[in-house]
């Protein structure tokens, strides 16, 4: 999947293991088929990159991201003009590794279908297929700094707060990404610059035990173009990106998947054909914001 998704894409970790028993009285306890899990999106206007392969792990065996990346496989997008792009793997980053395409100046298009093919050592192959959606654009992006709480007590008319894009051609559902850019640093940001610290911010939503506390992002759906910027939505303090994404049906059902199913993988809602996971792409829009704390 785009790293961050983007590129992330992005971000977004699965681990599926599946058991099978024979029956139950004379199956071995860990009797055991592997299957094979791809997680990719195309950002329009992006190189193409961050292609996940992984490899389910028994449930016996205690989960190990490098264990279950797939470093071997053959990937290869095709444009729907024929053009074929070879991928190669790269170690690195949150997902321990990625397929990407070597010519980063090679960007990804809008309204184009791109098929994606996987073949692993041992022979067996994976398929998808997405189209990309069109370019959109911001009517009234964030603002490039917020006061917290100053500007929700007295905002002027019409409301500051709120954020607009254009319709994305085809696009009935739209996803909003909020991302600290960085979690440690604040002063240094400020005029004049100072040695103060970020911090997080403390939300009655926020649960340590829920494991998406610890991501940097969050993800919300709208069905609308517009939003109000609400404060429960930032995490941190500081350097924010806020990101509107209109994904194609594939990624929009695997983000379901990650965030209203609970990692509980639906055969439904995947789409490559030959294993599981997700082949996607979206078109998206980026603004960057500072959040001004409200006390030190």
Same mark, same amino acid.
């Given at each position: 999947?785009?790293?961050?998704?983007?590129?992330?894409?992005? *971000? /977004?970790?699965?681990?599926?293991?599946?058991? /099978?028993?024979?029956?139950?009285?004379?199956? &071995? $306890?860990?009797?055991?088929?592997?299957?094979?899990?791809?997680?990719?999106?195309?950002?329009?206007?992006?190189?193409?990159? !961050?292609?996940?392969?992984?490899?389910?792990?028994?449930?016996?065996? *205690?989960?190990?991201?490098?264990?279950?990346?797939?470093?071997?496989?053959?990937?290869?997008?095709?444009?729907?003009? !024929?053009?074929?792009?070879?991928?190669?793997?790269?170690? !690195?980053?949150?997902?321990?590794?990625?397929?990407?395409?070597?010519?980063?100046?090679?960007?990804?298009? &809008?309204?184009?279908?791109?098929?994606?093919?996987?073949?692993?050592?041992? !022979?067996?192959?994976?398929?998808?297929?997405?189209?990309? =959606?069109?370019?959109?654009?911001?009517?009234? =992006? =964030?603002?490039?700094?917020?006061?917290?709480?100053?500007?929700?007590?007295?905002? $002027?008319? =019409?409301?500051?707060?709120?954020?607009?894009?254009?319709?994305? &051609?085809?696009?009935?559902? #739209?996803?909003?990404?909020?991302?600290?850019?960085?979690?440690?640093?604040?002063?240094? #940001?400020?005029?004049?610059?100072?040695?103060?610290?970020?911090?997080?911010?403390?939300?009655?939503?926020?649960?340590?035990?829920?494991?998406?506390?610890?991501? *940097?992002?969050?993800?919300?759906?709208?069905?609308?173009?517009?939003?109000?910027?609400?404060? *429960?939505?930032?995490?941190? #303090?500081?350097?924010?990106?806020?990101?509107?994404?209109?994904?194609?049906?594939?990624?929009?059902?695997?983000?379901?998947?990650?965030?209203?199913?609970?990692?509980?993988?639906? &055969?439904?809602?995947?789409?490559?054909?030959?294993?599981?996971?997700?082949?996607?792409?979206?078109?998206?829009?980026?603004?960057?914001?500072?959040?001004?704390?409200?006390?030190?």
């Amino acid at each position: 999947m785009t790293k961050k998704f983007a590129a992330a894409l992005i *971000t /977004l970790s699965v681990s599926i293991a599946i058991s /099978l028993l024979s029956s139950c009285e004379d199956a &071995p $306890p860990n009797a055991y088929i592997e299957n094979y899990v791809v997680q990719g999106a195309l950002i329009v206007d992006e190189p193409i990159k !961050g292609i996940i392969i992984q490899r389910s792990l028994p449930t016996t065996d *205690t989960f190990s991201m490098s264990r279950a990346i797939v470093r071997d496989a053959d990937v290869r997008i095709t444009d729907e003009s !024929g053009r074929e792009f070879i991928l190669y793997f790269q170690e !690195g980053g949150s997902t321990f590794g990625d397929y990407s395409f070597a010519d980063t100046s090679i960007k990804i298009q &809008p309204n184009t279908l791109y098929s994606l093919s996987v073949r692993m050592a041992d !022979g067996h192959i994976m398929t998808g297929k997405t189209r990309t =959606p069109e370019r959109f654009s911001w009517i009234t =992006p =964030p603002r490039k700094d917020l006061q917290f709480p100053k500007d929700t007590l007295n905002l $002027p008319s =019409p409301d500051s707060l709120k954020i607009r894009w254009n319709e994305c &051609p085809g696009i009935s559902e #739209y996803l909003i990404r909020i991302k600290c850019i960085d979690t440690m640093g604040y002063g240094k #940001y400020l005029t004049p610059p100072t040695d103060e610290l970020n911090r997080r911010r403390k939300r009655l939503i926020d649960n340590e035990d829920n494991p998406l506390y610890y991501n *940097t992002a969050d993800y919300g759906f709208l069905q609308s173009t517009e939003v109000n910027t609400v404060w *429960t939505a930032f995490k941190w #303090y500081g350097r924010n990106n806020v990101a509107v994404l209109a994904p194609d049906d594939n990624l929009l059902r695997w983000y379901k998947i990650y965030f209203q199913n609970g990692n509980e993988y639906n &055969p439904n809602l995947g789409s490559i054909i030959g294993g599981i996971g997700v082949f996607g792409s979206a078109s998206q829009i980026t603004q960057e914001t500072f959040i001004i704390k409200n006390q030190p």
